[in-house]
Nanobody
Framework: QVQLVESGGGLVQAGGSLRLSCAAS?????????MGWYRQAPGKQRELVAR???????NYADSVRDRFTISRDGFKNTIYLQMNTLKPEDTAVYYC??????????WGQGTQVTVSS
């Protein structure tokens, strides 16, 4: 059974940084076509923030490009989202996501990120 557990959210002032972690169990992170981060702000749809493919190709939302970096550690079976120069509009619940390809997607429980102005 695949589980994704996020950590690292919190409250930070604008301009600050946070690093989110997503620890996977039940499967290796390299078994997924993509792993990534989505976010959902109150009253808005869930949106893709960043993702990394099995072959290390990365994609970012335009709003976070050059501020956020997705990475992974195979030994820890964990992916990360380094978030720098945070803005109040980055406030949202951030979800870890895994796309296995032929099976249903997996989601973490979410971690709250709040950026104060």
């Amino acid at each position: 059974q695949v589980q994704l557990v996020e950590s690292g959210g919190g409250l930070v002032q604008a301009g600050g940084s946070l690093r989110l972690s997503c620890a996977a169990s039940g499967a290796t992170i390299f078994s997924f076509n993509f792993m990534g981060w989505y976010r959902q702000a109150p009253g808005k749809q869930r949106e893709l923030v960043a993702r990394i493919s099995r072959l290390s190709r990365t994609n970012y939302a335009d709003s976070v490009r050059d501020r956020f970096t997705i990475s992974r550690d195979g030994f820890k079976n964990t992916i990360y989202l380094q978030m720098n120069t945070l803005k109040p509009e980055d406030t949202a619940v951030y979800y870890c996501h895994a796309d296995p390809g032929l099976e249903s997607d997996y989601w973490g429980q979410g971690t709250q990120v709040t950026v104060s102005s």
